[in-house]
């Protein structure tokens, strides 16, 4: 089914624009929206789209500690779940995992807590839109690729989960300042995940930064080294 998502992006964005999306942002977390995304794309014949994951970036919280689990403030789209299944897909309780995002992935991009809270309400105050966190993770690391493209190019947000699970943003900062993350307005590059969430004061601060595609496949390289020695 998430094949045939990437299909119709392919055919709408033709239809409206006359050619293939130029980049497809989608975010990731156990990897199945992007590779089934990114495979009907494929299909489609979008063989030079860019496919640009994103996640938020929960570096230093570990999800198997409770403490740290409760000090985060998304369920999904982080890097807490991204990572470890970009480079190890088959940790899964199944035998083999369908989903490789390693092997469709051109970019992937982080953004912080702050910068998606940023964008959520945004597109709530523009747009009439209002969306979970969650489900603006694609959106947030569009605005900073946006910057980058061409005045003609065509960048779509793609976003199936958690668009709207009743987890609001003023809901997700009233509990984090109740666990002691201090929340506060400012440069997101002072952002601490679990310690602080800075929230920007203006659009050109939300800024992301790239993550290691070599780092990521050679972390992958020693997991399967560690599987089949």
């Known amino acids: 089914g998430v094949e045939t998502l990437g299909v119709e992006i392919a055919r709408q964005v033709r239809e409206c624009a006359g050619k293939d999306p130029d980049a497809v942002v989608i975010t990731h977390a ?33 999800m198997a500690s409770d403490t740290d689990f409760n000090r985060k403030s998304f369920t999904t789209g982080h890097t807490g779940f991204g990572v470890p299944f970009a480079t ?5 309780d199944v035998p083999r995992n369908a989903a490789r995002s390693l092997r469709y992935m051109d970019e992937y991009q982080l953004v912080s807590q702050g910068e998606v809270f940023y964008v959520t309400e945004l597109l709530a105050k523009l747009e009439g839109l209002e969306r979970g966190p969650a489900g ?8 900073t690729l946006a910057r980058q493209m061409d005045r003609d190019q065509v960048v779509v947000v793609q976003e199936t989960e958690y668009t709207g699970a009743g987890k609001h943003h003023n809901s997700q900062l009233s509990f984090a300042r109740d666990m002691g993350i201090e929340v506060r307005r400012g440069d997101p590059k002072d952002n601490q995940p679990g310690v602080r969430i800075i929230i920007p004061e203006r659009l050109d601060q939300v800024q992301g930064k790239p993550q290691s595609m070599d780092k990521l496949r050679l972390s992958y390289l020693k997991n399967a080294a560690k599987a089949h020695p």
Do not use: E, F
């Open 136 to 143: 603006n993770t694609s959106l947030t690391a569009a605005v």
């Open 88 to 92: 190890w897909p088959d940790r899964v």
């Open 30 to 62: 156990g990897g199945g929206n992007l590779t089934g995304t990114a495979r009907g794309l494929l299909a489609a014949g979008c063989t030079s789209t860019r496919i640009v994951a994103c996640s938020v970036d929960l570096a230093g919280l570990h």
